[in-house]
């Protein structure tokens, strides 16, 4: 079984800049689709060390209706990579050069509201912020075979953090 560690990069203050980039990108081919579109993941935390990959979250009115958005989002150079009808019909695509991941919810889906609700909560909060950061960096020493492992090892401290955001 192939293993791979996972790199972790200090802050880049071009990460919001490649947000904005890509959501010009999206908004300009799925128009008024868009219901919301927001940078999330540590690369939207100023000052959080993180994995050199740009999340964002785009929430339209159905994502489990891929004929009304997939196939546009293509042409604008995103690949769908998962599909997860079974957890809120998540989809996630990779952007051209694959440094940005675009998640896909439906309108109303607690995720969404999870994602944002801890992307804030760490950028209003340092000592939170510096747990996650060593959390992660301990974890990207490891050998992993795939990098739900790692993501999963993360579980325990987001979900200590979450309570103390209010989820």
């Not at 128009?31 to 740009?54: C, D, F, M, N, W």
Request: with cysteine.
């Amino acid at each position: 079984m192939p293993s791979r560690t996972i790199r972790i990069a200090d802050y880049d203050p071009e990460w919001p800049e490649i947000f904005l980039q890509e959501a010009e990108r999206v908004r300009g081919v799925l128009g008024a689709r868009v219901l919301r579109l927001e940078h999330v993941g540590s690369t939207s935390v100023p000052g959080l060390a993180a994995k050199p990959i740009v999340d964002m979250v785009l929430e339209i009115v159905d994502s489990a209706d891929e004929p009304g958005y997939v196939p546009v989002l293509a042409e604008a150079g995103y690949e769908l990579h998962v599909r997860e009808p079974e957890w809120h019909e998540h989809r996630m695509f990779k952007g051209r050069a694959g440094g940005v991941y675009l998640h896909v919810f439906s309108t109303g889906c607690p995720e969404i509201a999870r994602m944002l609700r801890f992307r804030d909560w760490l950028r209003g909060n340092a000592e939170d912020r510096a747990l996650y950061e060593r959390t992660k960096r301990e974890l990207a020493d490891r050998d992993w075979s795939r990098m739900q492992e790692y993501a999963d090892a993360k579980t325990g401290v987001v979900e200590e953090i979450m309570k103390k955001a209010g989820a």
